[in-house]
């Protein structure tokens, strides 16, 4: 039988302010299209596509994706988990459905680009050749949500954590402070987005990929977000729509 548990403020890693949008008028072919399956039973996604010359399952530049990695959890105890409207439940399974792949991508950003469909609940860095590596990710919860255009302005590997003022006050029981560390909630990378808080990080609780589940940061699994980490530099674009 499948566990389930009520998500709570546990889940948020990041700042506890959302930042206004930037309103997106068409959305490019992004490999999604959850919507419509539910409702047609037809998947309109692009199918994965791997390089010509490739072996099956080879990203770009002949780098095979890495294997899951056994993931902890967190050291300290978090508070009892409070449900908030809209939260639901998550099963603590992945869904396969978030694995990363290779996909056929259309829309106008360069190659090199980070998309963030938060709506999707994908990340996808624009490859040329009209194709994109995809990743699952969660995303901010209801009234933490946010769009517009950043950049990575840093990176760094294990960050340390040090929750802000509007998150320890929400959840006072939090560390003041966590070293970076398989046991951390900000997990194996970060890409730091703007002079915001936001940031994209790994996670130590992959069943929460495909869920609305932080105060605005973009988590992903641990394995990906290195893939990911490896691929960009600071100062790459940053579109979260």
């Given at each position: 039988?499948?566990?389930?548990?009520i998500?709570?403020?546990?889940?948020a890693?990041?700042?506890?302010?959302a930042?206004?949008?930037?309103?997106?008028?068409?959305?490019?072919?992004?490999?999604?299209g959850?919507i419509?399956?539910l409702?047609?039973?037809r998947?309109?996604?692009?199918r994965a596509?791997?390089?010509?010359g490739?072996?099956?399952?080879?990203?770009?530049?002949?780098v095979?994706?890495?294997?899951?990695?056994?993931?902890r959890?967190?050291?300290?105890q978090?508070?009892a988990?409070?449900?908030?409207?809209?939260?639901?439940?998550?099963?603590r399974?992945f869904?396969?459905?978030?694995?990363?792949?290779?996909?056929?991508?259309?829309?106008?950003y360069?190659?090199?680009?980070i998309l963030?469909d938060?709506?999707e609940?994908?990340?996808f860095?624009?490859?040329p050749?009209?194709?994109?590596?995809?990743y699952g990710?969660?995303?901010?919860?209801?009234?933490?949500l946010?769009?517009?255009?950043?950049?990575v302005?840093?990176?760094?590997?294990?960050?340390?954590w040090?929750?802000?003022a509007?998150?320890l006050?929400?959840r006072p029981?939090?560390?003041?402070?966590m070293?970076?560390?398989p046991?951390?909630?900000m997990?194996?990378r970060?890409l730091?987005?703007?002079?915001?808080l936001y940031?994209i990080?790994?996670?130590?609780?992959?069943?929460?990929?495909?869920?609305n589940?932080?105060?605005g940061?973009?988590r992903?699994?641990n394995e990906d977000?290195?893939?990911?980490?490896?691929r960009?530099?600071v100062?790459?674009r940053?579109?979260?729509?």
């Amino acid at each position: 039988m499948k566990t389930t548990i009520i998500l709570g403020a546990f889940a948020a890693a990041c700042l506890a302010t959302a930042t206004p949008g930037v309103a997106q008028t068409q959305r490019p072919n992004l490999g999604g299209g959850f919507i419509e399956l539910l409702l047609t039973g037809r998947d309109p996604g692009p199918r994965a596509v791997a390089p010509r010359g490739a072996a099956p399952g080879m990203l770009p530049s002949g780098v095979a994706p890495t294997e899951p990695t056994t993931v902890r959890t967190a050291a300290y105890q978090p508070q009892a988990a409070q449900p908030y409207a809209g939260s639901g439940q998550i099963e603590r399974t992945f869904d396969p459905r978030y694995a990363r792949q290779i996909v056929e991508f259309e829309g106008t950003y360069a190659p090199g680009t980070i998309l963030i469909d938060t709506e999707e609940k994908f990340l996808f860095l624009v490859q040329p050749g009209g194709r994109a590596i995809r990743y699952g990710i969660g995303v901010g919860r209801p009234g933490f949500l946010w769009t517009g255009n950043k950049a990575v302005t840093r990176k760094a590997e294990w960050p340390d954590w040090t929750p802000p003022a509007e998150m320890l006050k929400r959840r006072p029981d939090l560390p003041r402070f966590m070293e970076g560390g398989p046991e951390n909630p900000m997990g194996a990378r970060a890409l730091y987005l703007g002079s915001s808080l936001y940031r994209i990080h790994g996670t130590n609780e992959p069943h929460t990929i495909g869920h609305n589940v932080s105060s605005g940061c973009i988590r992903m699994l641990n394995e990906d977000v290195v893939d990911l980490y490896n691929r960009v530099r600071v100062g790459t674009r940053v579109v979260v729509i």
